[in-house]
Each structure stands twice: as structure tokens, then as C-alpha cells.
């Protein structure tokens, strides 16, 4: 553990590794693409990358230029980066100089795309997304008609994939799911020959429905649940943060900002680590929990934004003392758990883990071989 920082993030690439194969092998002919934006999840887009081009994953997925631009040199040319969120107007230059395809959403970036090819005079690589009922991002049926009309303004953009994305993917059994796909199917026909993509995690761990030709994996990589429990995914990041500081109050004593717990007994405390500045969610304040040594300890009082305090009373003296190990995310505690806990989704969890973890990366089957 490193004590200089406010805990330590183990991110298993073996159990990322088998967990791409798990979706690999549920989607059959289709191809997994990595969603590795925002970091790949918190995890580290740089080494997550590495570890699935290694078992054989060509297609990479991030939201924003800045991310595309960041990973691109990381990436061997044979590697496709597509960026979700599109290319902006103005931008369009700087995503062609990196050979990015933006996932054209608007008429308005289709045009721009397109007025680019023109001007460098050579073709331009792009995905184009359609609204299939979420109506988030992706062409309106009145732009599709648009560009039945006018299928000029495609000149000059090679298209590489048609692509929608699925409101209820995390319910399979969500009447809206068929129903989005068979949308999706009827639009796709007016790109003909153009490979497809549906699915995300959720969509791709479906059994029973065409997944397309490349699906785009994020949070079921990172070991998040696609559909609730059971997980059939391996957890892949375990989080340790360490005792700070331990003492021993009254009862009637209260803790923490507020003092929005009092305890109702003579009770041992530990100052722990982690706040919310580390993405450890102040909701989880009086209602979370961490492990010790394998025993469980309630968070007493507000999450701070440097440290949290947890009821020790019942656990064993003998695994209290300053440094010690308190488990946040592992074994006893998944991103789903916690992520429950704070009323939110295992994605927001992890994405949120702070920079002042000392990030360790334990390799994959093929890394750790060559390092022997
Ligand atoms: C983030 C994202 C994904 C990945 O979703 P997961 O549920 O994490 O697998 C796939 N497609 C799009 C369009 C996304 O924005």
C-alpha cells in the first residue's frame, strides 16, 4: 500500500482479458469493441488499451476528441478510435489529422465532415449514429429523410458503420428493447452493405438477438453487472484506502460533520483514508460500508472530503492499528454493491475514482508470460 496517497486501486487486466472473451464468445460473429472513454471507465484508458489489443481487439471507442487525440499514438495503426460525441463544428480538422472516426450524430456534423473531405480532398472515415427511440444522440427520422433526398451531402465520407444505441439495454427483458432494434433494423436498409452496431454491454451479454457486427463494451470489461445479478463478469478493480487514525468515544459522543451519528454506546472509531474528493460518494454517509481484515464496519457520520469514519466497535483489535488495510471495493464489496448503496450505477462509481489512488495493474496472461 502506498501510505502517501489516499489508497491503492488494483486493476486486474487477466480478469478485464477474460471478461472481453465472456463477451466475445456471447456475441459470436460479432466484433468486441473497447469503450475506453472518460480513462476506460476511471481505469486507465492507456494500459486497459493495451491489455485488450493484446488478446486481439482492433476497435476502441472514447466520447470526446481530447481522449481520441491522448490515446491515438498508444494505438498500432491496424486500430480503429472512433469518437462518440462526434466531431464538432471547427474540429473537423483535427480528427481527420488523427484518423479518428467521429460518430456523425447531426446532419449539421455530416455536413461538416463531409465539407472537410472535400477541402483535403480525400475520402474521410466516419460511423453515422441514428435515434432509435432514446433520443439522446444520432439522426432524427426527418434527418434520415433529409439525406434519402439529398444523399449527396454523404459525398466524400466513406462510411464505416451505422450505428444506434439502446435506451434499456441493462433489462433484457424490456418490451422496448425488441422494438428499438427493430427501428433500428428498418433505417438500417437505407445504408445497405455498411456494418452495424447496436449493442452495449447490456445489449451484447442478450442471448437471442442479432448483435450486428460490432458490439461496444464498456462497463461489462470493467466487471459491472449488464443485467443485474448474477454477474456473470470478473471483478477486475479492488480498492484498498488504510487506517489513519483510531480513538475511542463515549457514548452520546457524535461524529463527523454535523454530528450526524451519535453513538449509543463507548465505541472505537477509525479515521479512514478516503473522502469524497477521492469519488468515495458523500450519499454513503450513515448508510456505507467497509471491510477489515474481512469484517464489516458501517460508515459512521458524513463522508468527508479527505477521510470517512468507520464504527469499529465490533471488529477485532488485533486487525486495528494505524495503516492498516480497510477494503473498499473487493472481495466483500463489488462496484455493484456500493453502487447501490449510494443510489447510483456501478459506471458513476467507478468512473469517479480520483486521481490520488497509486494505481496497480496486475498483467494480463500474455504480459505476465513474456515477463518470465
Ligand atoms: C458508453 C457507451 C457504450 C458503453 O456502454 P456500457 O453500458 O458501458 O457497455 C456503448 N455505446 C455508447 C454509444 C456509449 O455512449
Known sequence: MDLQMAGTLRIDLAALVANYRLIAAQVASASVAGVVKANAYGLGAVEVSRALLDTGCRHFFVAHLCEATALRPHLPTDATLYVLNGVQPGAEAACAAIGALPVLNSLEQIDGWAATARALNRALPAVIQVDSGMSRLGLAPTDLAALRDQPDRLAGIDLRLVMTHLACADHPDDSFNPHQRATFDAIARQFPGVPRSIDNSGGAMTSGVAH?????????????????????????????????????????????????????????????????????????????????????????????????????????????????????????????????????????????????????????????????
Open 212 to 372: 450486428g457486427d460490432i458490439v461496444r463494451a464498456g462497463i461489462a470489461l470493467y466487471g459491472g453487472a449488464p443485467h443485474g445479478e448474477p454477474n456473470p463478469m470478473h471483478a477486475v478493480v479492488a480498492l484498498d484506502a488504510y487506517i489513519v487514525q483510531l480513538r475511542t468515544v463515549d457514548a452520546g459522543a457524535g461524529v463527523g460533520y454535523g454530528l450526524t451519528h451519535r453513538f449509543d454506546r463507548p465505541s472505537h472509531i477509525a479515521t479512514v483514508s478516503v473522502g469524497y474528493a477521492d469519488g468515495w460518494p458523500r450519499h454513503l454517509s450513515n448508510r456505507g460500508f467497509a471491510y477489515i481484515g474481512g469484517v464489516r464496519a458501517p460508515i459512521v457520520g458524513r463522508v468527508s472530503m479527505d477521510s470517512l469514519a468507520l464504527d469499529v466497535t465490533d471488529v477485532p483489535d488485533y486487525l486495528l492499528y494505524p495503516a492498516a488495510a480497510v477494503e473498499l471495493i473487493g472481495p466483500h464489496q463489488s462496484i455493484d454493491d456500493v453502487a447501490t448503496q449510494a443510489d447510483t450505477i456501478s459506471y458513476e462509481i467507478l468512473t469517479r475514482l480520483g486521481p490520488r489512488y497509486a494505481r496497480t495493474y496486475l498483467p494480463t496472461p500474455a504480459a505476465a508470460i513474456q515477463e518470465q
